[in-house]
């Protein structure tokens, strides 16, 4: 069993920062990409930001310039630097990472964790 655990999630005034962590532990061989993604009220899951094992990242358009994403090997961590948040990055924020387990053959799975509230408003 693989867990993604989650913090840093809260309520910000609009302009405000926030940073989100994420730490994997458990059945661990290794981990190739983590990421964030967020949901708002009513609409899907959508991808914020990618970041490979080898410090590759990949940003969705509305966050580019905004948000950072980094992330620590060592610690099986994923960070979120989320910089002059606005209104409509209201969501909750949901950490992934895809994981070779040590158990099942070793199979490279989809892991998510619990999610966190992000809430900007004045």
């Known amino acids: 069993q693989v867990q993604l655990v989650e913090s840093g999630g809260g309520l910000v005034q609009p302009g405000g920062s926030l940073r989100l962590s994420c730490a994997a532990s458990?059945?661990?061989?290794?981990?190739?990409?983590m990421g964030w993604y967020r949901q708002a009220p009513g609409k899907g899951r959508e991808l914020v930001a990618t970041?490979?094992?080898?410090?590759?990242?990949n940003y969705a358009e509305f966050v580019k310039g905004r948000f950072t994403i980094s992330r620590d090997n060592a610690k099986n961590t994923v960070y979120l630097q989320m910089n002059s948040l606005k209104p409509e990055d209201t969501a909750v924020y949901y950490c992934n990472a895809d994981v070779q387990v040590r158990y099942n053959h070793y199979t490279l799975t989809d892991y998510w964790g619990q999610g966190t509230q992000v809430t900007v408003s004045s």
């Open positions: 458990g059945s661990i061989f290794s981990i190739n990409a």
């Open positions: 970041i490979t094992s080898g410090g590759s990242t």
